[in-house]
T-cell receptor
Framework: EPEVTQTPSHQVTQMGQEVILRCVPI?????FYWYRQILGQKVEFLVS????????KSEIFDDQFSVERPDGSNFTLKIRSTKLEDSAMYFC??????????FGPGTRLTVT | AQSVTQPDIHITVSEGASLELRCNYS??????LFWYVQSPGQGLQLLLK??????LVQGIKGFEAEFKRSQSSFNLRKPSVHWSDAAEYFC???????????FGTGTSLTVIP
């Protein structure tokens, strides 16, 4: 069964550094998402991406964040200058039109 | 605005006992409804979903959920809990025209022998 994959599984970075989290959505999916989950809290929506542009973003998704689909398979989330409060689990998801979202296993980001 | 409420932060049940996890949502029309399970350090696994039709839906691992429009609820049930069911459970709402999912705060399930 096709799966959403994410790399790395765990990323440790120093405050102020840039990080790129990578996702490979399911191949025939059209909509792509990033969510985050701060430890012990609920999963929060960050951004959705469709037709090579952002279709929706939350207030969390400020200028420090960006997304890109650099080729036909990858979907990346970049944090330009990480802060301690960016430490969280980041989930990528994808879906076809009208179907449920399929979530990847997540990348745990630790900012020190 | 859409929202999801899971009133129970933590539930403890004995192995073999029945389980019901509550979920209430706020949305003006019929939403897509989902239950996900998350084991420690793991991703989100879909247990079941409701789009339309029969309001009682069956999922994996013996779970079921019932959509009650009048109560704006989508409670998750299992008749007999196994120790391996200990995890965090999240209810989520997806709207018809929008993109994002709205998650509840989760219910942590502990199973005691």
């Amino acid at each position: 069964e096709p799966e959403v994959t994410q790399t790395p599984s765990h990323q440790v970075t120093q405050m102020g550094q840039e990080v790129i989290l990578r996702c490979v959505p399911i191949s025939n999916h059209l909509y792509f998402y990033w969510y985050r989950q701060i430890l012990g809290q609920k999963v929060e929506f960050l951004v959705s991406f469709y037709n090579n542009e952002i279709s929706e973003k939350s207030e969390i998704f400020d200028d420090q964040f960006s997304v890109e689909r650099p080729d036909g398979s990858n979907f990346t989330l970049k944090i330009r200058s990480t802060k301690l409060e960016d430490s969280a689990m980041y989930f990528c998801a994808s879906k076809r039109e009208g179907a449920e979202q399929y979530f990847g296993p997540g990348t745990r980001l630790t900012v020190t | 605005a859409q929202s999801v409420t899971q009133p129970d932060i933590h539930i403890t049940v004995s192995e073999g006992a029945s389980l019901e996890l509550r979920c209430n949502y706020s949305y003006g029309a019929t939403p897509y409804l989902f239950w996900y399970v998350q084991s420690p350090g793991q991703g989100l696994q879909l247990l079941l979903k409701y789009f339309s039709g029969d309001t009682l839906v069956q999922g994996i691992k013996g779970f079921e959920a019932e959509f009650k429009r009048s109560q704006s609820s989508f409670n998750l049930r299992k008749p007999s809990v196994h120790w391996s069911d200990a995890a965090e459970y999240f209810c989520a709402v997806g709207v018809m025209t929008g993109n994002q999912f709205y998650f509840g705060t989760g219910t942590s399930l502990t199973v005691i022998p």
